[in-house]
Structures are given as structure tokens and as C-alpha cells.
């Protein structure tokens, strides 16, 4: 569903951008490639008003403001790094990289992903997991704008395929709302034996400012404070915290404040100068994350 939503979203934008082209071309050059580049790249606008929000916001958070040089710097990592995700990986290559599961008792990774993403969005993982010999599950979690509880038995039906694969727990890497989406299946089946450790690239644990905006179900559970938030965290017990890694940055532009993304007695870890979808391929994290993965039978 959602890469088709994708698909029609970008094909719609280059539709727009080249009739706007075509049309003003021979009355005014300068016309017709400002209005493209306003069409095309539009969003970038959009991005730079999360960052003012987030520097604001962040200003009284334990983790501190970014300077205006790291901000800069993040929004263009995420303006070069969102058009691949969003209109390359995620509507038209969101099946490039397979699930992979090889028999050899290495540890094994489920991949899960966050609001408004697919399985294409962990590509540049799952390439380096298959170079590895490592396997792998990417899931996909729908319905798209549902609840994050109705995410579990598909968390849970990913982990059983890798855990049969390998013999081994899993190690779960999560992005953005997938970190919740995590939490509320290790919630469900209340054996922390079922995984190795779960990464939380940018999750929203205790809510982002920017869920207040959200009309959808899983973005109004996001919000600050949210009743939903609030439940997941009271059902926890809280040396659960002790399995979890959690990246956070001061320039990550949809969750924020920053310290919002870490979880009490959790192994939290600070990257600057780097924005939400950028924070999932910084090569810090990755590295990290893989020498985790490979830090047993590898």
C-alpha cells in the first residue's frame, strides 16, 4: 500500500515539475527552472522548519541545542538522503533485497522500520547483512496508519522465521516508530530470552513534539505524554531497559526533543549533527550496530 502511495507521489511531483518547465520555458527561462526546482525540491522548505522547531525545543533538553553549523549540516544530509529513500527505495525498490536466510548459526536480524516507511528503507543494510552471511527479515508493517499493538504479530511472525533459521534470538534494529512497535511486542510476549538486543535508531520513547500534528492513529500514539506512551511504559519492567541500545541526536528533525529518544538504564547513544533519516545510515551506527550483531559465532 504504501509504495504505491509513494509511487504515485513522485511520479505526480515529476509530472508537475516538467509541465511547470515545459509551460514557462519560452516566456521566461528563469521562470520555468524556478518553479521546477520550488516543485521538486519543495520539501527541503518543509525540512528546514523542522530544524528551527527542533532548535528551539531542544534548547532546555539534557542533550543540548546543535550549533547552526550542525543544523545546516543536517538538513542537507536530510535533503540528499530523503528523495532516495522516499521516491527511490521505498515505492520502487522495496523488494531489491530479499529476506535472507541462511542455515549457519549466525546471528540473525528482524528490520522495522518506522511511520510512513517500508522494508525499502533498510537496503543499504540488508546488502551488508547478506555480504555477511548473515540473515535477515525486513518486515512490513500495515496497516500503514494503524495502531502500533496491531504491529506485534507481525514482529512476532519475523522473529520466529529468523529464530528457526539460526537457532539463535534475534537482534532487532528499529527505526523511528519501529522501536515502539518493538516494545509493545516484547510487551506482548514478556520473555526478554526471545532477542538478543534491540537497537532503536531515533525512536520516539517518550513521545516527539511533532505528534501533536499527526491525524493518523500510530502518529496521535507518538505525541508527548500520549495515554498510549504512557501505558507501554507503566507495563514495563524497567531492568527491560538494560536489553536496549537507543541512538539519538540533537538535529533529528522529527523527534524531538532529543532526550525523548532515550530510555532510562538502555545503552544510549549520542551522534550530532545528523537528522532522523540520516541517523539510520550514519556509518557510526552502522558500524556499531553490525560489530553487535557479529559480536557472537560470527
Partial sequence: MLARLQQLVTLSLLVAASCWLAAWWDNSALVALSGFVLIALGY???????????????????????????????????????PRVFCWRQPFRSRAA?????????????????????????????KQL????????????????????????IIEAAVQRVNEATGLPPVLVCHSMGGLAA?????????????????????PHFGTWLGRFSPAIN???????????????????????ALFTCWLSNCDNIVFPASTAALPGAD???????????????????????????????
Fill in 44 to 82: 527541503s522548505l518543509f525540512l528546514a522548519l523542522e530544524f528551527l522547531a527542533l532548535h528551539s525545543l531542544n534548547r532546555g533538553d539534557p542533550a543540548g541545542p546543535a550549533c547552526w553549523g550542525d543544523l545546516v549540516r543536517a538538513w542537507w544530509g536530510e535533503t540528499r538522503t530523503a
Fill in 98 to 126: 530479499p529476506d535472507f536466510m541462511p542455515k549457519n548459526g549466525r546471528r540473525g536480524v528482524v528490520f522495522v522500520h518506522g511511520f510512513i516507511c517500508n522494508r525499502g528503507f533498510w537496503t543499504p543494510w540488508m
Fill in 130 to 153: 547478506r555480504a555477511q552471511n548473515h540473515a535477515y527479515v525486513a518486515v512490513d508493517l500495515e496497516p500503514v496508519f494503524g495502531r502500533i499493538d496491531d504491529y506485534v504479530p
Fill in 183 to 203: 516494545r509493545a511486542w516484547l510487551r506482548h510476549v514478556a520473555n526478554e530470552g526471545r532477542v538478543y538486543r534491540i537497537v532503536t535508531i531515533g525512536t
Fill in 219 to 241: 502518529g496521535a500514539q507518538m505525541q508527548r505524554a500520549s495515554a498510549w506512551l504512557q501505558q507501554l511504559g507503566s507495563d514495563e519492567p524497567a531492568s527491560r531497559y
Fill in 268 to 298: 544510549n547513544c549520542f551522534v550530532g549533527g545528523t537528522g532522523h533519516v540520516s541517523l539510520a545510515f550514519h556509518p557510526g551506527v552502522m558500524a556499531a550496530t553490525m560489530a553487535l550483531i557479529c559480536a557472537e559465532r560470527c
